[in-house]
């Protein structure tokens, strides 16, 4: 609230500051000399004024906001509404009052001139005696001199000491008109001077003679009123026109007002004239419409601030009667015994709009719950000689901080929260005032907040763009909360919640959980025709199922199928007209369309892909590159995949199968013929891991041709797309190398020489599949019975392989810097096993000194059943270069006689 010191600027005025009982006068005898100077017997009298002015201070705190209304001309133009107001705005001097009528002339409108005379007495009191008929007020005097003018004053007695307590003693009003011709007139400003005439009274008015002899006044014959407010007093049917025979002489006594009069019974000489208005009985005022700035505000007080020019009268006392009601009293109408003196009666109304307003009310319990008013001022009398007066009105206030924008707040109301501390959030409320608000959140599992699960606070400032709370608890899944915030600013005016918000839990989020497959995994063939099941986290909306379901197979094609749910959460996929295969690839996903059935999305999409196994218990057949190979019931110890694949293999992987063509001659061992294909049957269990043993394996290879030839003196290289690959069959291409000694004929390779070989994986040396082959010349196919899958090729295989390649190397003789074709320098010693052993390679000089000795572990590199290649690299056991010359290798196998080689390096 604003304080207002009560410093007069344009006068002094009475302070009465509102206390226990109301409006106190504390000072009943301040004065102000305005430059007028009154006379009173020759003494100075000085204009009195009983008002009322506020020192608005409150203990406690300062209110930030107020409504100030002080009628001066900038609120006029703010407040006051003209069509809907009848009390006078004083906009000059800055209060409310009645409005008040036409002046009414009591002589001089009935004579308008007079003839001069001189007066009977230069120092002479000449008037007449009234009685009052309305109460009115004195709103000015008159008189009337002749030519040579004249500076006589006028005087009115009252003996009513209730209105003056110096009663008929004293002259109640002494004035100097003016040193002029005619009529002069004296005007008093019920602002400054309020003299009321009481009804029943009678009052003495005398015009006194300046004391020159030769000043003339005015004739006024048989006077009789010309007001309808007063008239001239009878006593026993004679007007009384008198005059006092000196200046100084009042018309009586206390006990005899009127003994000193000397009653002139027909004319009256230099009677001045006097002016008459009144008061309205009452008048209202309703303001323009008032913006408060918010929707509710918490009022301090009512502060209304009256005074009164009556300085004959005085200002009794200011009462309240009600809530927004005041009864102004005046010593005098409290003498006649009029009730209510005067009165001040005050009412608000209220709109939300602007527009449409309600019932002017008084009471609010401290609060206006719209943001537009109307003020509405109400004043009466019981004495049309007086007005109340307002000087101004003052609503200290608070703004209530704005109810809190229910479309900010976070989680909305019904909303789903899938958190399960949630943060609260909400724009901040709205404080006209600019104060610190601060919220409580209460939240409560039940509509009536009987038992509150938290409730906390916090606060904002006006440079706040949100509120947030984040939840202290752990909520309960699938439970309905409910809650609200109240808001109260920094001077305690709390806007309490306009509305509870409702949400409900769903903290366990949507998701696959089970569907018997596993992503990478490998799953029996049977199991996923007869139809596997999706297992979800909760209860699903199947109609959102078929669009985020996806199944199709190793070649993206779509599998159809039946979907039967089993549960709310749970459904069975059924693949149609048997569309599972064993031992193929498979993909399945649930995408992100899926919805539970309050409607949110599953959490994370799933995508599996998996293989089918066969069962242990059928047969099986695979085919690729045209060879086959059939598995036949219980072949396998546990169920199993079968994958199929055509292989890209390079020469520097598989040296081997090229080094055993670099020379296609009779020291041959292997020979790659252009038909010849290499493939690959992976046979693995549901967990990926490579089965090693099986029985009842059958393999068949095609072949195209009744006679296979291939050309001396070349290598053959595989070539696709730029790529050294074997698909399906090898082709050669003829490139001379150094080391070719052949004669460049081609070799025919009859294909009862034709047999099965596997890769070895760890040693990249091809192997003949144990066991019995057979060649069908009328298929044109070779068969073979290997115990396990792996990477094969059909490749020529001469009848006495160890009459052949028993043991040589490639160069001889070489170089330091000759590279074998694995890429490593020296010379390729080649050597056939017919079944795994131990091996020790000695090379020796001429006369019998070891050099270089190495070991090779059976069924590793070197003693593996097949044909095997170690590398020497002309280097002796200390890791330098042996001389130029004849060397001897000496091969030692176990099991079998120490085969020899001479060996010649060249440095």
């Not at 007028?36 to 608005?56: D, I, N």
């Not at 008109?177 to 003299?195: A, K, M, P, Q, R």
């Amino acid at each position: 609230m604003l304080s207002y010191a009560g410093v007069c600027s344009r006068r002094e005025e009475l302070c009465f500051i509102k206390g226990n009982s109301g409006l106190e006068n504390m000072n009943k005898h301040s004065v102000l000399f305005d430059g007028k100077q009154w006379r009173r017997r020759g003494r100075p009298y000085a204009k009195v004024f009983a008002a009322a002015a506020f020192l608005c201070v409150f203990a406690g705190r300062v209110f930030p906001g107020a409504l100030d209304i002080s009628f001066s001309a900038a609120n006029y133009t703010a407040y006051y509404d003209a069509a809907a107001s009848s009390l006078t705005w004083n906009s000059a001097l800055g209060y409310l009052h009645l409005p008040y009528g036409i002046q009414k002339n009591v002589f001089s409108t009935k004579y308008p001139t007079m003839s001069p005379v001189a007066p009977q007495k230069p120092t002479a009191q000449m008037g007449c005696s009234l009685v009052v008929a309305d109460d009115c007020y004195v709103s000015g005097f008159a008189r009337w001199a002749g030519s040579n003018g004249g500076n006589p004053s006028v005087r009115l007695w009252t003996d009513d000491t209730e209105e003056y307590a110096g009663g008929i003693t004293y002259p109640w009003v002494d004035m100097g008109v003016g040193n002029t011709s005619g009529w002069v007139e004296g005007i008093i400003d019920f602002s400054e001077e309020l003299y009321p005439l009481t009804a029943g009274n009678i009052y003495w008015l005398a015009n006194v003679a300046d004391g020159d002899p030769a000043h003339q006044v005015g004739d006024a014959g048989a006077a009789t009123s010309g007001c309808p407010y007063v008239s001239v007093a009878e006593v026993g049917g004679q007007a009384q026109l008198w005059y006092i025979n000196n200046e100084w002489t009042a018309p009586g006594s206390a006990a005899n007002p009127s003994e000193n009069l000397q009653v002139i019974p027909q004319h009256l000489y230099g009677v001045p004239d006097l002016r008459l208005n009144r008061f309205d009985a009452a008048g209202s005022l309703i303001t323009k419409t008032i913006d408060l700035g918010a929707s509710k505000v918490k009022l301090n007080d009512f502060l209304p601030v009256f005074y009164t020019a009556n300085s004959k009268i005085g200002f009794d006392a200011v009462s309240k009667t009600d809530v927004m009601a005041y009864s102004i009293d005046y010593k005098m109408i409290s003498a006649l015994g009029r009730t209510p003196q005067c009165a001040a009666a005050f009412s608000i109304a209220q709109s939300s709009d602007g527009v449409n307003f309600g019932n002017y009310e008084t009471v609010f319990a401290g609060t206006i719950n719209k943001r537009y008013i109307k003020i509405k001022m109400e004043l009466t009398t019981a004495h049309r000689g007086i007005t109340p007066i307002v000087d101004s009105v003052s609503i200290p206030y608070n703004c209530y901080p704005e109810p809190i924008n229910a479309s900010s707040v976070e989680p909305a109301e019904g909303a789903l929260v899938t958190e399960k501390s949630p943060v609260f959030r909400w724009s901040p409320s709205y404080d006209n005032d600019g104060d610190t608000v601060t919220y409580t959140l209460s939240i409560s599992s039940t509509p009536s907040f009987a038992t509150l699960i938290f409730s906390t606070q916090t606060l904002s400032v006006p440079s706040s763009t949100y509120v947030a709370v984040n939840c202290p608890v752990e909520l309960t899944d699938r439970t309905s909360y409910f809650f609200r915030i109240d808001a109260i600013d920094s001077n305690e005016a709390e806007t309490s919640y306009d509305r509870t918000f409702s949400f409900k839990t769903e903290l366990v989020p949507l998701n696959l959980t089970d569907s018997g497959i596993i992503n990478g995994s490998r799953v029996l063939a049977s199991y996923v025709q007869n139809g596997f099941v999706l297992q979800f986290s909760k209860d699903i909306d199947f109609g959102t199922f078929p669009a985020a379901f996806t199944f199709t197979d190793y070649l993206s094609a779509e599998v159809l199928y039946d979907l039967f749910p089993l549960s709310s959460s749970c459904v069975q996929v059924i693949p149609k007209d048997n569309a599972i295969e064993p031992c193929r690839s498979y993909h399945f996903s649930v995408g992100a369309t899926l919805k539970d059935t309050i409607g949110l999305y599953i959490t994370d999409g799933v995508i599996v892909d998996f293989g089918t196994l066969n069962s242990k218990a059928d047969a099986y057949t695979a085919s690729v590159a045209g060879s086959s190979i059939i598995i036949s019931a219980g072949a396998s110890p546990e169920d199993f995949y079968v994958n199929p694949q055509n292989l890209v293999i390079s020469s520097s992987t598989n040296s081997d199968l090229f080094d055993a063509n670099q020379s296609a001659n009779s020291s041959a061992f292997l020979i790659v013929v252009s038909t010849s294909s290499v493939f690959s049957y992976s046979i693995s269990n549901s967990v990926a891991a490579e089965i090693s043993s099986l029985s009842g394996i059958t393999l068949i290879v095609p072949y195209n041709q009744d006679s296979l030839t291939v050309p001396t003196g070349t290598s053959f290289a595989a070539r696709a797309a730029g790529r050294s690959v074997l698909p399906g069959g090898l082709s050669a291409r003829p490139e001379r190398t150094s080391q070719s000694s052949a004669s460049g004929e081609n070799i025919t390779v009859p294909p009862a020489l034709l047999r099965v070989f596997r890769l070895n994986e760890s040693s990249s040396q091809w192997g003949l599949v144990p066991g019995e082959q057979s060649v069908d010349a009328v298929s044109k196919t070779v068969t073979a019975y290997p115990t396990s899958g792996g990477t094969f090729a059909l490749l020529a295989y001469p009848s006495n392989p160890a009459a052949n390649v028993q043991l040589r190397n490639i160069p001889n003789p070489f170089y330091p810097e000759s590279v074998t074709s694995k890429g490593e320098k020296g010379t390729l010693i080649t050597y056939y096993l017919s079944a795994a052993a131990n091996v020790k390679a000695k090379i020796y000089t001429q006369i019998g000194h070891l050099i270089y000795e190495k070991e090779y572990t059976s069924g590793g590199l070197g003693g593996q059943a097949s044909v095997n290649s170690i590398t020497w690299d002309g280097k002796n056991k200390d890791g330098a270069y042996v001389a130029s010359g004849i060397y001897l290798l000496r091969l030692e196998i176990e099991g079998e006689e120490a085969r020899t080689r001479k060996i010649g390096f060249i440095r």
